[in-house]
């Protein structure tokens, strides 16, 4: 049977970090056998790491990486549909792809993240308003269950489990295959248009001006402004580009090769404080003008941060908690200022803030985006006092009819949790069919009551 190493491992916000017995399986037989056996008393599939709390960690418990598990199975040239393994990143993908005129239909804020990590916490990107998330571009996948059986599961076949593991967040097996749509694009470039808003309300304005009109659209908040200004923006609004308008002189479904950085080391948390955010947000807001039509390639548009490695580093060693929640269209407004507001008369602040708007819910059982706009905050995790404010949140987010992402979450309550996510009874009506002892099952799942603690 194979080996597991005990390791000390984190989400993306190095926050909270857990022992876990990491498993590197490279053969489907490895893991019917391991879990067979009853070695651990769960497993939790794990990605690339990228979701920032505890979705991907099982405290004293087994965690499968999937990193053996990347292997492109076919591509259907006329169609763009791709069958590959759940453990391909995002990144392959476009490697593979794009300079053969196909790109991602729906990917998130950076390209690390694997096939089976998009599937299972049902991933957005800047195209919810007109595309919906990741996971409706999924015609199947392949999902083995607790019992060894690996069943196929579409919209027809299998639909309870299917919308069950989508945003299931790895909890109803392992995916092991999935076929999705890529796109057709003619060049690696966006065409983007910025423009400024002078508070909440005007961004709102500008969304809903222009939200037919571009495929793409995001806005960067400056969280730390007040008053009139509360809310002002940059929204940048975007496009495939047609190949007549890239001037790069090469091909153009690629771009140049760019520098890349590292975070070589945890800064010292004081690093990133509400001084050096000031700054920061200031200098952002206003280097930005309003600009048209800029050629733009697609890593600095989608995966602005990418370019850094390990930049979740410069939080510090006791790392950060990204915040995200949705707010439904008639209480955004309200929503938004409230949260803004409680951020900064906390003396907090988040380096980055963004605010999308987003389409309509699809089928998927605890699938996070629904009809409205949603905020993600990053906020570096100083003293402890953080997480009760974080509960205040989450009970403005819910007064609010709102709900909060699993991918970000590292610290709600089971109650918050069940009264954000109405169809949770169903999902695990469909858990308990497939896994009755809790076989799959991570410390977020325990800590939210999804599951039970023990088996
Ligand atoms: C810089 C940055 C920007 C981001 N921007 C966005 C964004 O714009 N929109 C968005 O939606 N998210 C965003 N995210 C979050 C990220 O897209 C998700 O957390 C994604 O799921 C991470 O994929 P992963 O492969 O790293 O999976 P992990 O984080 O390792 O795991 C995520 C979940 O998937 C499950 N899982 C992984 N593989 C499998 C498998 N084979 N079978 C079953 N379950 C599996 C795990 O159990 C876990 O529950 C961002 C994250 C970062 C760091």
Known sequence: MIKHKESLIAGWGNYPAEVCNVYRPDRVRDITELIASGAQPHYISRGLGRSYGDTALNHGSGVLLHTEFARFVH???????????????????????????????????????TVGGAIANDVHGKNHHVDGTFSQHVLDFKLLLASGEIVHCSREEQSDLFYATIGGVG???????ARFRLIPVESA????????????????????????????SVAWIDCLSKGDNLGRSVLMLGNHAPASKVKTGGDPLRIKNKPKFNVPFNFPSFVLNRWSIRAFNF???????????????YDSFFYPLDSVHNWNRAYGKKGFVQYQAVFPPETSRQGLTEMLKRLSQSGRSSFLAVLKSSGEQNGGLLS????????????????????????????????H????????????????FANMYPDLAKFQAVKAAVDPNNVFSSSQARRLGIVEESR
Do not use: M
């Open 401 to 416: 009819g709102g709900r909060i992402y699993l991918a970000k979450d590292s610290e709600a309550s089971p109650a918050t």
């Open 283 to 297: 200098a952002y807001y206003n280097i930005h003008q309003n600009e048209k039509s800029k050629i733009v390639d």
């Open 171 to 177: 909890l109803t097996g392992v995916i092991l295959t």
């Open 368 to 399: 996070f985006p629904f009809k409205g706009y949603t905020l993600a905050l990053d906020i570096p995790l100083h003293d402890d006092g953080l997480f009760p404010f974080l509960r205040e949140l989450d009970e403005l987010v819910a007064a």
């Open 189 to 216: 470039y966006l065409e983007v248009d910025y423009l400024k808003a002078k508070n909440l309300d005007h961004a709102f304005e500008l969304f809903a001006q222009t939200n037919e009109k571009y495929q793409y």
């Open 75 to 113: 591509f259907d040239e006329q169609t763009g549909i791709l069958e590959c393994e759940a453990g391909v990143s995002f990144e392959e993908i476009i490697e593979h792809f794009l300079p053969r005129g196909w790109f991602l239909p729906v990917t998130p804020g950076t390209k690390f993240v």
